[in-house]
């Protein structure tokens, strides 16, 4: 029997139905766009043509860049993590007029700026240290969600395809196990991007010094 503090809520049940939207419609759509941008028999060719000295973690470089072979899935198994930074920069998608990696204006419905959204909604659960939403919460972030969805399945022209999925979720039953494991996923995901962040960071800081070392080394020779 589950402690009272670990018992679930209505608050973890928010959570869990948010992640599961997330983990489920959300990456699928954002899967279908990057078939529609880049069909996934191209596509070992292309990501090493464009993005092979790309800064990934090892389990993205293994998944998309094996040392042996090559990718040779459908997507299926790429989270919105991988998803995100292949739309981002290898789809020739123009930024939303925040630019990439920032919160899109409220009004603003282009394709980036609804890819946004869903990187963002993801990110808002991940960092959630005890893994619940209030009633407040979880209608902000399911309206984002929903925004999103419906205006990339417009891009998509699926006929609704995502956005009935994730009217269906909304009300689905969610048991503790089932949130759990939406919970351990998404978290996962979010750990994912956060190692991404410090590797991209280390690299701008090493191109940095590096560029201060060239310049001192050129001040001296011109002195």
């Not at 029997?1 to 983990?23: E, F, H, K």
């Not at 701008?204 to 001040?219: A, T």
């Amino acid at each position: 029997m589950a402690t009272p503090q670990y018992s679930t809520t209505s608050d973890t049940t928010n959570a869990g139905r948010a992640s599961r939207v997330l983990l489920g419609p959300c990456s699928a759509q954002l899967r279908d766009l990057l078939q529609d941008h880049v069909p996934s028999q191209k596509f070992p060719q292309i990501i090493r043509q464009k993005m092979a000295n790309h800064k990934w973690t090892k389990p993205q470089r293994d998944l998309i860049l094996p040392s042996t072979g090559q990718y040779s899935g459908n997507y299926s198994d790429f989270d919105i993590s991988l998803l995100y930074t292949l739309l981002r920069n290898l789809c020739n998608i123009p930024k939303h007029k925040n630019g990439w990696g920032n919160d899109p204006d409220p009004n603003d419905m282009s394709l980036s700026a609804n890819i946004e959204r869903i990187r963002i909604c993801r990110n808002r659960l991940g960092h959630a240290l005890d893994f619940s939403l209030s009633d407040l919460e979880f209608n902000d972030i399911w309206s984002s969600i929903s925004t999103a969805v419906i205006e990339i399945d417009k891009v998509l022209k699926s006929n609704h395809k995502h956005e009935k999925d994730v009217e269906f979720l909304r009300y689905e039953p969610m048991d503790s196990e089932m949130a759990k494991h939406f919970k351990e996923t998404l978290r996962k995901q979010y750990e994912e991007d956060l190692e991404i962040k410090s590797l991209l960071s280390e690299h701008i800081k090493c191109s940095d010094e590096k560029l201060d070392g060239m310049i001192y080394i050129l001040i001296i020779g011109i002195s």
